[in-house]
T-cell receptor
C-alpha cells in the first residue's frame, strides 16, 4: 500500500500549456505539502494545507494553484507553463507538524517543460 | 529565514564511518531532521533532534548542538546501499510544519 502517491511520475509538456499533478495520502495525516526540487537539488516548500485549509504559501507565482478537496488529497495545477518550471515536484504529508514527526514524501513528479 | 550549509559531496569506503556536518542560522528553531534520498527517489526520514545530544538508531546517529547551530549525521559500517544524498532540514518555530532543507550531501561509498 502506497502511503503518499503522486501521478503522473513523468510529465513532458510544451511552454504555455496547463497541467495538473495529483497527490493522495492514505496515512490519515492532517497536513499536506508541495515541495519543488530544482536541478541543484534544493527542496523548497511551495504550499501547505491543513485539513483542506491553505496555511503556507511561499511566494509562489499565481500560475500555481493548489486544491485540496479533502484532507487526503492535495492537487497542484500549473497554468501557462514556463521553462523554469522544470523540476521534480514532491507531495508530502505529516501527522502533526508541531511535533517531531517527519514528512512522508511521495515518489515525485518530474516535470519537463520544452 | 534560514541558512543551512552542508558539504556537497563526501566519499568513503565500504565498512568505514562518515560524518556529515550541517550548520544552520535561524530566526527560530523547532527541530532538525535528516533525510536520505537515493537518485530519482523520494527523501526518506532518518532522524529528528530537538534537544542537544546524540540520537542513535542502528548504524545511523545524529547529533545536535543548538547553541552552536550545528548538527551531524554519523553513518557507521558503510554499505554500498548507503550511497545517496543526505539532506539536513530545520523546522522553523514560527511556521506550521515548514521544513527548510539544505542542498544535500552526496555520499559515495566505494568498494
Amino acid at each position: 500500500d502506497t502511503a503518499v502517491s503522486q501521478t503522473p511520475k513523468y510529465l513532458v509538456t510544451q511552454m504555455g500549456n496547463d497541467k495538473s499533478i495529483k497527490c493522495e495520502q492514505n496515512l490519515g495525516h492532517d497536513t499536506m505539502y508541495w515541495y519543488k526540487q530544482d536541478s541543484k537539488k534544493f527542496l523548497k516548500i511551495m504550499f501547505s494545507y491543513n485539513n483542506k485549509e491553505l496555511i503556507i504559501n511561499e511566494t509562489v507565482p499565481n500560475r500555481f494553484s493548489p486544491k485540496s478537496p479533502d484532507k487526503a488529497h492535495l492537487n497542484l495545477h500549473i497554468n501557462s507553463l514556463e521553462l523554469g518550471d522544470s523540476a521534480v515536484y514532491f507531495c508530502a504529508s505529516s501527522q502533526d507538524p508541531g511535533t517531531g514527526y517527519g514528512y512522508t514524501f511521495g515518489s515525485g513528479t518530474r516535470l519537463t517543460v520544452v | 529565514g534560514q541558512n543551512i550549509d552542508q558539504p556537497t559531496e563526501m566519499t568513503a569506503t565500504e565498512g568505514a564511518i562518515v560524518q556529515i556536518n550541517c550548520t544552520y542560522q535561524t530566526s527560530g528553531f523547532n527541530g532538525l531532521f535528516w533525510y536520505q534520498q537515493h537518485a530519482g527517489e523520494a527523501p526518506t526520514f532518518l532522524s529528528y533532534n530537538v534537544l542537544d545530544g546524540l540520537e542513535e538508531k542502528g548504524r545511523f546517529s545524529s547529533f545536535l548542538s543548538r547553541s552552536k547551530g550545528y548538527s551531524y549525521l554519523l553513518l557507521k559500517e558503510l554499505q554500498m546501499k548507503d550511497s545517496a544524498s543526505y539532506l539536513c532540514a530545520v523546522k522553523d518555530a514560527d511556521s506550521w510544519g515548514k521544513l527548510q532543507f539544505g542542498a544535500g550531501t552526496q555520499v559515495v561509498v566505494t568498494p
